[in-house]
């Protein structure tokens, strides 16, 4: 079942993406693409379905049967067209090595049943709740308040009910008419490293190939895409596979927060230099399918609109009504695609987190200012193992551990290989005189750089333990796809092809 899923969602983005004489592509860009569109038009399609009380046995119905309708119109117009799938450019040992990454991650992820906290009591039980009840309007995850309003103390399987509902949704399905499995309820969620390194090259093709060689290879290289801290300590680490908190494949929703958001990034490029507006509504609908994936996605969007808005002011203005058309488009799609989630999210308790809230310039001016540190909450504190004075005199101000912790990540070569430090020289240092889609890529990164320091900067939870669990390298995670194309389009002279 979990496979045959897989196939579906190919077939529903495979029917949607254009001709491949409008759209040139690969078989390996277009399955790439393909996968991802279809897994977030699922997702965004399964929460509206949700959203309005239909049952998520009917939305797979239905979806598989769109989906393969779709793809049987779609087949026959591509059949008489007389345009091929071309050609990538890669040598034979970069197609290789992309190759076995992909697969690799692929029989990594679904070797490996759902152990870690994240994937298993975020998504995996609401996965279950979805499989079982149909809804995520049930007691499981609504009936988690007291009565006076205020989260349950104790008997509370998911810390965050109102988590988005992207991946149980695709565990849901991978178990319709069947059991459920740990690990086949996986297949969907296994392709995610496969193809995004396809969907960076799809979206640079038309700058030129070896920009998009560049990037996709740069992409699939960058370890942290399979495995935090990658080899830091040898072999050792891959004993623990799957039982701690390092493994980036499998059902958490890092990875595909950061593929949908790749996907966005690849057809927005591709919308403004096909000038093909069906490129720009499937832009909009892969950043809807971002939002579904992770709380992030949200606030993502907000960046991309952001960057968006402002290199389509900053480029020459021959192309601003071009650039900022298909913005305007991407934006207004993505925005009417997340309001059924929006209205379901509103009807789920907001237990342990709400950014909405902590967001506010006396938050702000407080740990800017070096206030103190939320010693409180540190479990040494609760243990009893140390008083809070003497912590806090141990601790330095928010700024600075924010400071010291992205640093070391920039230069993590375990984790990030060369990643960032070529993002740091590809950066347009002169936004108006560069490239705009160059401009638009290094607003995107920065922005959602400073988006996550602002959040760690304000967030409710006592900072030290955050760090120690690796959320910015996660959080920093969701722009690999952006940062991959920034490089190889600053490292990439512009060619005609």
């Known amino acids: 079942m979990g496979l045959s899923l897989v196939l579906l969602l190919w077939a529903c983005g495979e029917a949607l993406l254009p001709l491949t004489s409008t759209a040139p592509r690969s078989r390996w860009e277009s399955f790439s693409v393909s996968f991802l569109l279809g897994a977030a038009v699922w997702t965004v399609v399964g929460t509206a379905f949700l959203a309005v009380g239909i049952p998520i046995q009917f939305a797979f119905v239905s979806l598989g049967s769109g989906s ?8 026959r117009r591509q059949w008489e067209s007389t345009s091929a799938y071309t050609t990538t450019g890669l040598l034979p040992w970069q197609k290789i090595l992309l190759i076995t990454l992909g697969v690799l991650s692929l029989a990594v992820t679904l070797s490996l049943p759902i152990n870690e906290f994240d994937p298993l009591l975020h998504f995996a039980y609401k996965g279950k ?26 008997g509370r399987m998911v810390t965050h009910p109102n988590y988005p509902l992207g991946i149980p949704i695709l565990e849901a399905f991978s178990s319709f008419g069947a059991t459920w499995s740990d690990r086949w309820v996986q297949w969907p969620l296994a ?49 623990e596979a799957g039982l701690g908190n390092t493994m980036t494949l499998g059902a958490g929703a890092d990875l595909p927060t950061a593929a949908m958001l790749t996907l966005a990034c690849a057809l927005f490029l591709r919308a403004r230099w096909e000038h093909c507006r069906r490129l720009g509504v499937l832009s909009g609908l892969a950043l809807a399918g971002m939002v579904m994936m992770k709380n992030e996605g949200l606030a993502l969007l907000g960046v991309f609109i952001l960057a968006g808005i402002l290199a389509g002011t900053l480029c020459p203005k021959r192309d601003r009504g071009k650039v900022l058309g298909v913005s305007w488009l991407a934006i207004g799609v993505s925005i009417l695609s997340i309001l059924p989630w929006l209205l379901l999210r509103a009807e789920l308790p907001a237990i ?45 101000a928010r700024p600075m551990q924010l400071l010291q912790a992205f640093v070391r990540e920039f230069f993590d070569i375990f ?57 910015p390298d996660r959080l920093m995670l969701h722009l690999i796809g952006p940062a991959a194309m920034l490089v190889g389009l600053g490292f990439t002279v512009k060619n005609d092809h």
């Open 352 to 396: 342990d987190e709400n950014y909405s809230s902590q967001i506010s310039v006396e938050r702000i001016t407080h740990f800017l200012t070096g206030g103190e540190e939320l010693v409180e909450l540190s479990p040494k504190v609760i243990a009893g193992q140390v008083t809070a004075q003497e912590l806090l005199a141990e601790i330095p």
């Open 415 to 471: 984790s990030w290989g060369l990643l960032w430090i070529l993002v740091f020289f590809a950066l347009p240092w002169r936004l108006w005189k560069q490239n705009k889609e160059q401009t638009w890529l290094a607003l995107l990164v920065v922005g959602g750089l400073s988006l996550y320091a602002l959040i760690l900067l304000v967030t409710p939870w006592y900072l030290p333990l955050l760090l120690e669990k690796g959320i």
């Open 68 to 75: 393969l309708v779709v793809l049987w119109v779609s087949s």
């Open 129 to 154: 709740v979805l499989h079982f009840e149909g809804s995520p309007q049930v007691e499981a995850l609504t009936g988690m308040m007291t009565q006076d309003g205020m989260p349950m103390e104790f």
């Open 191 to 239: 392709l995610w490293a496969l193809c995004l390194p396809g969907a960076v090259f799809f979206g640079l093709r038309r700058y030129s190939l070896k920009a998009a060689g560049h990037g996709a290879l740069l992409a699939a290289c960058t370890p942290i895409l399979y495995f935090r801290h990658l080899f830091a300590d040898g072999f050792s680490d891959l004993q």
